[in-house]
Every structure is written in structure tokens, then in C-alpha cells.
């Protein structure tokens, strides 16, 4: 298979074209994934965040991997929101640390409209330090979305986790349109979005290349891609879930590299149980976006030093300002 054409952003692939990427001799898609990389970004450069659970635990939903839920064996005490004054303290060692965008978390299914008022709040006081802010706090409807856009909100994550086929196996207490339908509301808002999934939950080769395609086939592809390899928490259903190897997972991150060519594809949960080589494997299939900060939410992150030295030893540097270089499009 050629180089893929860079003239044009596609959103009409097929499973069985994803398919046939993730199954590519591994040289043959790096090369692929390189290429693109290198014509919409600064291979060197990776764009750094810093994500924080304002509201942890207690969540009504069942997501399978997760340990907020309040239906599994292994949930985490329900917290009230963070206060102003802690998320902003938070938020400015971020910015000293070298993060440009600040994302905050909590564990809603769907927020009530009383419940942005302090979200509001805190979205307005952290765009006002000048780093990009994202919110992930459940379902939107579209006044909320447009009630986040006006407080400065410029990402907003809410991720399809997995291929529709494969989505009732992991939850049940929401429906994969339920996911598109916010995911339409936030991008209407005039909101970037920042939509993923989770490799390792039993899904099989169709259901990754499905997730991919469905992220691709939207009609604006999302401007950051998480890819999180799954936390296996015991007490949780996927608490023994077979662990997934480097370069299957590394396929994936160049698949979706190659299949949305301009988007930041950011290596999220699941960094702590990697090896220096994995993590490089990674940034070579295309990932150039990564957390920093000892915790994601509820499950542990590298240690910002650790990250630091690795970036060292790679010769690559955070991005501090937009990583992207001027490409065909523009």
C-alpha cells in the first residue's frame, strides 16, 4: 500500500481499509505513520497536559474498567467538587511545570445545569492564566455545551472507548449514540474535541479498527486523540483482562496517526506500566501528545521527572506552544 495522499482529510473510510492498516508489516506502517507525522507536525516536539479529578467517585454509570462507578466491588469514595481556590493552585503549578492545557474531570453521568456554575467558574479562572482548558464531565446537552463555550472552554473529552459492536459489553448504562450525540453538541458549541478510546478491554483487531473509523468518519476529525492502554483495577470487571502488547498497541497509535494525519494522538492511561522502549515505539508510530502529573483521574502516570528524562534521552522536547508546523491544508 502507497503513502496515503495528503491533500485531503478523509471521513469516509471503512472498517476493512482500518483493517488492513493495523494489519501492515510493522515497518511498512511506522513508515506510513512517519511520513504524515512529519508533514502536519514537529516530529521532536510533544504537546504536554496535565489532567485533575475535580469530583471523584460515586459515579451512577458501569463502565467496566472504571473505579468511580458506585456499581462495582472496587469504587472510590464519592468527593465533592474541588474547590476554586485548589483547582486554580493546581492549575498554576501546571503552567510552572510546563503544561499548556489543563484538563479537569468528574465523575457525572450527566452534570445538572446548577452543577456549571462552579465549572463555569473554574474554566473562566484557568483560560484567564492563559493555558487551554478541557473539561470531561459526562454527558452534554447542547445549552451546557454552549454554556462552556461561553466560560472559554476550548476542548472538551468525552471518549467512544471502543467500537459500537463491542460498547454493550463494556457499558450499559449509556448508548454509544448517547456518546455521539454530546460529542455533535460540543463541536455545534464551536468546542475542539478531544475523543479516544481504551485498547485491552477483550476487544478484538475489527473493534480497534471500528473505533479508529468511527473517529475518523466524524465530520470534523477530533482535534486530540486519546489513546489509553487499559488500567486493570482489581475489583473492577476488567480487573484480569489480558495485558496488550507494545507493538499491537503502537499499531494502533499508527493507524490512528495515518487515518486522522492532523490530529494531536496523545498517550494517556496506562504510561506507568511502560518501558523507555515502549513509550519510543509510541512517539515513532506517531503519538506526539502525552499527561503529565502522577495521576490521571484514579490510576497512577509517570512521575513528570521520569518524563522529562525520557524525553531527554529521545532528544525531544515538550511543546510549549502549538507543536503543529503549517501542512498542505493551509
Known amino acids: ?27 511498512e506502517l511506522i513508515f506510513q505513520a512517519q511520513s504524515l507525522h512529519r508533514q502536519f507536525f514537529d516530529p521532536t516536539r510533544v ?46 503549578a501546571a503552567k510552572a511545570g ?61 471518549n467512544l472507548d471502543t467500537s459500537e459492536e463491542f460498547y454493550g459489553t463494556i457499558i450499559s448504562t449509556r448508548s454509544y449514540q448517547d456518546r455521539l450525540d454530546t460529542l455533535a453538541h460540543v463541536r455545534d458549541a464551536g468546542i475542539k474535541i478531544c475523543c479516544g478510546g481504551i485498547i485491552g478491554m477483550g476487544e478484538d483487531l475489527s473493534d480497534r479498527a471500528g473505533l479508529l473509523m468511527t473517529l475518523a468518519n466524524l465530520p470534523v476529525h477530533p482535534e486530540s486523540v486519546p489513546i489509553n492502554l487499559l488500567v486493570r483495577v482489581q475489583g473492577t470487571p476488567l480487573g484480569e483482562a489480558d495485558s496488550v502488547d507494545p507493538i499491537t498497541f503502537a499499531r494502533v497509535i499508527a493507524a ?34 502525552i499527561f503529565w502529573g502522577e495521576k490521571l483521574l484514579t490510576t497512577p502516570n509517570p512521575a513528570e521527572n521520569r518524563d522529562r528524562q525520557l524525553l531527554d534521552l529521545l532528544g525531544m522536547q515538550p511543546a510549549f506552544q502549538a507543536a503543529s508546523v503549517p501542512h498542505p491544508l493551509s
Request: aromatic residues 4%; charged residues 20%.
Open 1 to 27: 500500500m502507497p503513502p496515503l495522499p495528503s491533500s485531503a482529510l478523509r471521513h469516509d473510510w471503512t472498517r476493512a481499509e482500518v483493517e488492513a492498516l493495523l494489519s501492515l508489516p510493522f515497518p
Open 47 to 92: 504537546q504536554i497536559s496535565t489532567l485533575l479529578s475535580i469530583k471523584s467517585g460515586g459515579c451512577p454509570e458501569d463502565c467496566a474498567y472504571c473505579p468511580q462507578s458506585a456499581q462495582h466491588e472496587k469504587r472510590m469514595a464519592h468527593e465533592m467538587l474541588m474547590p476554586l481556590e485548589k483547582v486554580m493552585a493546581e492549575a498554576r
Open 98 to 158: 510546563g503544561a499548556t492545557r489543563f484538563c479537569m474531570g468528574a465523575a457525572w453521568r450527566a452534570p445538572k445545569d446548577r452543577d456549571l456554575d462552579p465549572v463555569c467558574r473554574m474554566v473562566k479562572e484557568v483560560h484567564g492564566l492563559g493555558l487551554e482548558t478541557c473539561l470531561t464531565i459526562g454527558m452534554l446537552t447542547a445549552s451546557q455545551a454552549q454554556r462552556l463555550q461561553q466560560a472559554g472552554l476550548d476542548y472538551y473529552n468525552h
Open 256 to 289: 490512528a496517526r495515518i487515518i486522522m494525519p492532523a490530529s494531536h494522538v496523545r498517550l494517556a492511561a496506562g504510561r506507568e506500566n511502560m518501558s523507555e522502549a515502549a513509550h519510543a515505539l509510541c512517539f515513532l508510530a506517531g503519538a506526539n501528545s
